[in-house]
């Protein structure tokens, strides 16, 4: 008589949920892979705006910062704390301020002035930038 304890016989039975989870990977793959083939491609007859263009206005809340890191608001220059103080004066409820910056600014001097405009009381920021194709 072969006699297996009633333990090892409902682990054996139970086996390991491995299977489930792997089909639950593999369909959050296929997910991701289809939205992101959905996503429309950008018609190559639209130019899109370029901050090296004379012409160019720019938005006019929009906070631009130079190759140099000067700060520039409606075409006066401004610092982090002025700007909010004309924001706040003219808006009721959350600021939202853009920054508008020249492709040859550095990096270290855009993010600083954001987390400087966030400090002042800026609720949200955005970065305005040239999409590369």
Do not use: W
């Not at 489930?20 to 991701?32: D, K, S, Y």
């Not at 910056?101 to 970065?127: M, N, S, W, Y």
């Amino acid at each position: 008589m072969n006699y297996r304890p009633s333990y090892v016989q409902a682990a054996r039975e139970k086996g390991e949920p491995t299977l489930p989870l792997i089909n639950i990977v593999f369909l959050m793959l296929i997910f991701f892979l289809v939205t992101a083939q959905m996503a429309r491609p950008l018609d190559p007859n639209i130019q899109l705006i370029n901050t090296d263009d004379q012409a160019f206005v720019p938005p006019p809340d929009a906070v631009v910062i130079d190759a140099s890191g000067e700060l520039r608001f409606r075409g006066a220059p401004a610092k982090p704390e002025e700007i909010l103080a004309t924001l706040r004066s003219e808006h009721i409820g959350g600021i939202t301020v853009r920054i508008l910056p020249d492709r040859r600014a550095r990096a270290a001097a855009v993010t600083a002035l954001a987390k400087e405009l966030h400090d002042v009381g800026v609720q949200a920021i955005f970065i305005m930038t040239e999409q590369a194709l």
